[in-house]
């Protein structure tokens, strides 16, 4: 049966190591990164057509919370119209309603193709994200693996584990630095405008996802300096007089 040794500060780092993981994960998984700016003319564009009724159905709710268009490193999603449905009321009354439906689909594209530089920053971004990725997890996995295994290759798991996160909040930071370099690239154009450009976002806005990455990238950065003391604090005389003498596999330290 394995030992386990935990104390007060142990928890407290295997509860935001996890934390962070899970929204960082969630930020790069969204599109909500850069979300373009509608204008009053552009959702008059965008707005399904309608072969009756068109003044009221451009009014209903559902057409007001339409997401804009947005493009995160990953992933870029747009509300499209898709085909007419026509139900049994609408066949009595001939008219025909609108469907509006989210599509997402990868951000990167055209490696190479002109403007060659910005595409591929943006490749290269989205790599960088990708190898942060797996050492995130990787870490995350040793954070677990450290409630009941203490050494890996003759050396502290809790610091080996702390380093690991270190190298992931890094690569992920430089990640975040680099992406706005290939804000010129096809697909962020087409998303906001012709007139955008490196660290400018042109007719976009920031949305909620930046925010997280980089609250996310703060937390994990303070669990790798805190996977430093949680070694310090189960690596005492008292754990293992406990565990040794009085044959404990549980020791709880306050």
């Known amino acids: 049966m394995p030992r386990i040794i935990i104390s007060w500060i142990a928890i407290v780092w295997i509860t935001l190591s996890t934390l962070s993981t899970c929204v960082i994960l969630a930020s790069l998984l969204n599109s909500a990164w850069l979300l373009r700016i509608d204008s009053a003319e552009s959702r008059r564009l965008s707005v399904c057509p309608r072969t009756s009724l068109q003044s009221e159905l451009q009014a209903s709710p559902s057409n007001r919370l339409r997401q804009p268009p947005s493009i995160g490193p990953w992933i870029r999603c747009q ?21 509006y439906e989210e599509r997402c689909q990868l951000a990167l594209w055209g490696f190479g193709e002109r403007p060659a530089p910005a595409n591929k920053v943006m ?6 994200f990708l190898i942060g990725n797996i050492f995130l997890i990787t870490s995350q996995l040793f954070v677990t693996l450290s409630l009941c295994k203490r050494e890996i290759c ?8 702390g380093s690991v996160q270190g190298l992931a909040d890094l690569i992920l930071f430089t990640g975040l630095i680099v992406w706005p370099i290939g804000w010129d690239s096809v ?35 303070s669990c790798a300096l805190l996977a430093i003391a949680v070694d310090k604090s189960i690596t005492t005389q008292e754990a293992t007089r406990k565990m ?9 330290l306050h």
Do not use: I, M
Request: proline share 4%.
């Open 244 to 252: 040794l003498l009085e044959g404990k596999n549980f020791v709880f």
């Open 187 to 221: 697909t962020v154009r087409e998303v906001c405008g012709g007139n955008v450009g490196p660290y400018s976002k042109g007719n976009c806005t920031f949305g909620w996802a930046p925010l997280c990455a980089g609250c996310g990238f703060l937390l994990l950065f």
């Open 123 to 128: 490749w290269a971004t989205g790599g960088l």
């Open 154 to 161: 003759e050396r502290s798991l809790l610091s080996f584990t």
């Open 79 to 99: 509300v499209s119209c898709v085909s007419p449905q026509t139900d049994w009321s609408s066949t009595v009354s001939g008219n025909e309603v609108a469907v």
